[in-house]
């Protein structure tokens, strides 16, 4: 199979994955148990008030058609408007989106940071103590709860040495240029305002990073482990190189193949740890927007958040494959 | 050079298969540990369930850890150490209940969709893979968001996000096994699908489902804790439960009361490492590949 072709069948499968997890959300938001419109007016609101409620969300029509509605809509970009603020949830989510992918993105270098060195000593130690050490390391940050260690940062850091800020963003820029506010406080050349906002970054994306650091860390020992046992590292070692060279020029090159398409199948796990990351440290991403929203009983705006999750998601599979594809030409076979 | 790339020694072998071995054994002291901190719990303190004395009086709030109170009081005024103790019912319950759903469901998909083939096997792939692909934890949450939070329905919202992963674990294994010679034979004597794919089959993915099981028990914990922190809980003050109290201990980070998050966040940790031990030490145990 071309590559051409290759994208024309994956694109295809990503449709029926789009609509049945959409599916999903719709049975979750509307046929399960709980209403939204009791949850909404509580046990004392009179038969009109649900009328009114039901007609503004769009809740008295046929089921069907409310379907129909929802999965056009969401096609068109359209996620209706949030009961709280009345403003357009899309819009709403991409001022919140930004943030989060400042955070993760930064959680992700942690990660990677840190997991890979690792990965590499343990598979060079294999069996020995480094390894175990490694591996015990790994298995016990897996599972840390993530805002119980973001907390216990913040006493350490925050409350008792006040080395780092406790929570929250920073200053913004003064001028939004990417909304990415990172760059843009490089892009108007405000380095003052970039290390303080770095400040801050620290401590969340190291929580958030050193808790998905172990998958990266064992993939890379894994792999280092397979790569380091294939005839091309023997004959590098029997031709009398350096083990530096071996281990990084010959076997960390090949291992980190895989890596890149975990790196991508991580994402799901990195959003779910950053809605907890962020709510740890009120960081105003999607997480602290979609858990404020479930408080404030904005069903709407819940709907339309972990749409926008689910879209994520299918998009960010959809390049891996394709990349993976482009990198390996047996998987179009 | 390394020992990596020469063939390792049969010491060694043992050595590494001995990890694996321990690992299991860890985790099932861990849990034994666990599990008997909340079923002695009346024995191990005088305090009430909730923390409160016996008398049901509230001690006084915001102790530090000291000789009445080893782990501290709470913001109301609960004894922690005795809240740590209870604390552990409610999120294994729940990681029990959730893990059994998923389970019942999970197997039984994976075991036909991956014997039967066919056009089947590819919906229900499809299906397993768009929700094995969804973050999980925010699945969770709109669920219970949705259905409101109680054991069983926080149980039945994590169990979703885990039936995938046993449809798929038992799928792939089925595919190998239905092609054994043995597989062969039970059809060839007549024996219904139904019989060749629980009788013969399904006892094959045991130790496979077993890794699942624990690794799930590890994840519903977490999750569970995930859920009481981002206020839905399943059980509301006074009850204890260990996620509820770190989330309660959030708002009084600031004065530095650092015990009343520390202890319930402990014993998450503890009991999460416990099944996860098991789960990895089983999965090197079956393959034994990364050993050799």
Not at chain 1, 54 to 61: K, M, N, P, T, V
Not at chain 1, 136 to 155: E, N, R, S
Request: some cysteine.
């Amino acid at each position: 199979m071309t590559l051409k072709a290759y994208i024309i069948t994956r694109s295809l499968l990503a449709l029926p994955m789009t609509i049945f997890l959409l599916s999903v959300v719709f049975i979750i938001v509307r046929i399960l148990p709980g209403n939204p419109i009791d949850l909404i007016l509580g046990p004392h609101a009179t038969p009109e008030m649900k009328t009114i409620l039901a007609q503004r969300l769009g809740l008295d029509i046929p089921i069907y058609l409310q379907y129909l509605h929802y999965i056009a809509g969401v096609f068109q970009g359209n996620l209706g408007k949030s009961m709280h603020t009345g403003i357009p949830i899309s819009q709403e989510i991409l001022q919140y989106f930004p943030n989060t992918v400042v955070l993760a993105v930064a959680a992700m270098f942690v990660a990677l940071a840190i997991g890979i060195p690792l990965g590499v000593l343990a598979s060079q130690r294999f069996s020995k103590t480094e390894d175990i050490i490694v591996r015990l390391f790994g298995a016990t940050v897996y599972v840390i709860p993530v805002f119980w260690l973001g907390m216990i940062l913040q006493l350490v850091f925050g409350v008792y040495l006040r080395i780092f800020p406790v929570a929250g963003i920073g200053p913004l820029p003064s001028k939004s240029l990417t909304g990415l506010y990172i760059l843009d406080f490089l892009l108007v050349g405000d380095l003052q305002g970039f290390a303080k906002s770095i400040s801050y970054l620290v401590m969340p994306a190291f929580t958030l990073g050193l808790i998905i650091s172990g998958v990266f860390m064992r993939l890379t020992r894994t792999y280092m482990v397979e790569t380091m046992r294939q005839d091309y590292t023997v004959a590098a070692v029997s031709r009398g190189l350096r083990k530096q060279t071996i281990i990084y020029k010959y076997a960390l090159r090949n291992a980190l193949l895989p890596l890149v398409t975990m790196i991508g199948l991580e994402i799901a796990g990195l959003l779910a740890g950053a809605v907890l990351t962020e709510v740890t440290f009120s960081w105003p991403g999607l997480g602290t927007y979609l858990v404020s929203r479930i408080g404030l009983r904005d069903y709407p705006a819940v709907q339309g958040c972990i749409v926008f999750f689910a879209v994520i998601v299918i998009v960010v599979s959809f390049i891996v494959d394709l990349t993976y594809a482009y990198l390996d030409p047996r998987v179009r076979l | 050079m390394t020992t990596s790339i020469r063939k390792i020694p049969a010491i060694k072998r043992f050595l590494v298969g001995d990890v694996a071995k321990r690992m299991v054994a860890t985790g099932i002291v861990i849990l034994a540990f666990i599990i008997g901190l909340n079923v002695l719990a009346p024995y191990l303190t005088p305090n009430k369930p909730t923390g409160a004395r016996a008398d049901g009086q509230l001690f006084r709030p915001f102790q530090e850890p000291s000789k009445d109170h080893i782990m501290g009081t709470n913001d109301i005024g609960l004894d922690i150490y005795t809240r740590v103790l209870y604390g552990g019912r409610v999120p294994l319950l729940v990681a029990t209940f959730s893990t059994l759903f998923a389970l019942l469901l999970g197997v039984p998909l994976g075991l036909l969709s991956g014997y039967l083939g066919g056009f089947l096997d590819k919906l229900i792939s499809l299906i397993m893979d768009s929700l094995f692909a969804f973050p999980g934890l925010i699945l969770a949450i709109a669920i219970t968001a949705m259905i409101g939070p109680s054991i069983l329905n926080t149980a039945a919202a994590i169990a979703v996000i885990y039936v995938p992963v046993f449809f798929r674990v038992v799928r792939s294994q089925v595919l190998s096994i239905k092609e054994l010679l043995y597989v062969e034979a039970a059809k060839s004597i007549g024996e219904s699908t139904l019989s060749i794919v629980f009788r013969y089959i399904l006892p094959n993915t045991i130790p496979g489902i077993l890794v699942i099981l624990s690794m799930g028990f590890a994840d519903a914990i977490l999750i569970e804790a995930g859920l009481s922190f981002i206020g839905l809980s399943t059980v509301v003050p006074p009850d204890a439960s260990w996620g509820l109290d770190v989330a309660i201990g959030r708002n009084y980070l600031l004065s530095g009361s650092w015990w009343i998050i520390t202890f319930p966040g402990i014993m998450l940790i503890f009991a999460t490492l416990g099944f996860s031990l098991i789960s990895e030490g089983l999965n090197d145990l079956m393959n034994p590949k990364l050993s050799e």
